[in-house]
């Protein structure tokens, strides 16, 4: 036909941050319990209408970057609610900070419902990208809790500089400092052989898994219209994945 809709696979990720510098959320047991609370088939599915697939990186499988890792998709909620009683942070009080370009806000929800449901009191409060940089640029930072997206990726030492100690952006990834990561990011940008790139790259995920401050939910599907006849098209700002597809208007001439 004249005109089709294709799916255009790119490197990109939604996620959210724990502050790892503010009380009770510098206690791992509340930030395992966090992640264990998450089903990421539920964001995929119910979130984003089936238009995602669950991840732990902004890296598409089709990429080189690709992290092979083992991915959990489902939620342990009896468990999450166990650390949280241990930790005794029961009724803790968790502000979810949203950019309000994440592109599904039933996406937040689901993750503020299951925080509920192991014993904690969440909220979300959306707000520009300009004013929840902000908050993660503080010092102290800001914020409970940080939830946006990276994509667009080029290369790895996009998303990875956040993690640098010194960057502005350390923030984002909740504010976790590493000697080992300062060592590997940049030995990663530095090194010129990609599989040595990779495995730098990949021993440094490992320690944000195992310090459960990044978490990446979900990489939404990207959209685009195909045709020759396809007129007033408009991408949707900030290539934001909407709930009803991925372009804002589009029309057929003829």
């Known amino acids: 036909g004249s005109f089709a809709i294709q799916e255009n696979p790119q490197n990109r990720g939604n996620f959210f941050s724990i502050n790892l510098t503010r009380a009770p959320f510098d206690n791992p047991l509340v930030r395992e319990a966090m992640w264990l609370a998450i089903s990421r088939t539920d964001i995929a599915e119910a979130g984003h209408n089936g238009n995602a697939v669950p991840t732990l990186q902004p890296f598409a499988e089709t ?6 890792k083992d991915l959990r998709v489902d939620a342990d909620i009896a468990r999450a609610t ?3 009683e241990e930790a005794g ?5 968790v502000t979810i900070v949203q950019w309000d370009a994440l592109g599904s806000d039933l996406e ?6 299951a925080w509920n449901e192991i014993g904690l009191d969440a909220k979300i409060e959306k707000t520009d990208i300009g004013t929840l940089v902000g908050f993660a640029r503080e010092d102290p930072l800001n914020f409970d809790v940080v939830y946006l997206w990276v994509g667009l990726i080029t290369d790895p030492n996009r998303p990875f500089s956040f993690f640098e100690s010194d960057s502005s952006r350390n923030g984002l990834v909740g504010g976790l400092k590493s000697d080992d990561i300062d060592r590997l990011v940049e030995e990663g940008r530095s090194t010129s052989d990609p599989d040595a790139r990779l495995a ?5 995920a490992q320690i944000n898994l195992d310090n459960f401050a990044q ?14 006849d396809v007129t007033g098209f408009q991408q949707g700002s900030y290539y934001v994945q909407y709930r009803g597809g991925g372009m804002t208007s589009a029309c057929v001439s003829g």
């Open 82 to 84: 166990e650390l949280i």
């Open 200 to 204: 730098l790259y990949d021993e440094a």
């Open 215 to 228: 978490f990446f939910t979900v990489r939404p599907f990207q959209f685009v219209g195909v045709g020759k």
């Open 63 to 68: 990429s080189f970057w690709y992290l092979d």
């Open 108 to 113: 937040a929800q689901i993750v503020a419902s």
């Open 89 to 93: 942070a029961t009724g803790t009080e």
